[in-house]
């Protein structure tokens, strides 16, 4: 079992910079590969980014490469996303993920759900 809790959401300006954590909590989490995902009002949720449990995998969705950078201190049982150069279109509600073993980009492969923070980009 694993608990996922986000915070660092907020309000900002298009081209500024946020950082969002994951605080996990629960055994083996060493073992579990985390997932960022976003929702705007009235789409899907998406992949945002993913990284390996060792931390030397990640992958990003299109949109945001180049400008998020996933990481994990496992020690600290806490993952992270920076998030710079935001956009409008970043607006949405951000979510961590977990799943055991390696990472995916997909979905329904993470059954472990942080409650989300939202982060708003203004123009």
């Known amino acids: 079992q694993v608990q996922l809790v986000e915070s660092g959401g907020g309000l900002v300006q298009a081209g500024d910079s946020l950082r969002l954590s994951c605080a996990a909590s629960g055994r083996a989490f060493t073992s579990y590969a985390i997932g960022w995902f976003r929702q705007a009002p009235g789409k899907e949720r998406e992949f945002v980014a993913a990284?390996?449990?060792?931390?030397?995998?990640?992958r990003y969705a299109d949109s945001v490469k180049g400008r998020f950078t996933i990481s994990r201190d496992n020690a600290k049982n806490t993952m992270y996303l920076q998030m710079n150069s935001l956009k409008p279109e970043d607006t949405a509600v951000y979510y961590c993920?977990?799943?055991?073993?390696?990472?995916?980009?997909?979905?329904?492969?993470?059954?472990?759900w942080g409650q989300g923070t939202q982060v708003t980009v203004s123009s």
């Open positions: 993920a977990a799943k055991y073993g390696l990472l995916s980009i997909t979905r329904a492969e993470y059954y472990y």
């Open positions: 990284i390996g449990w060792g931390g030397g995998s990640t």
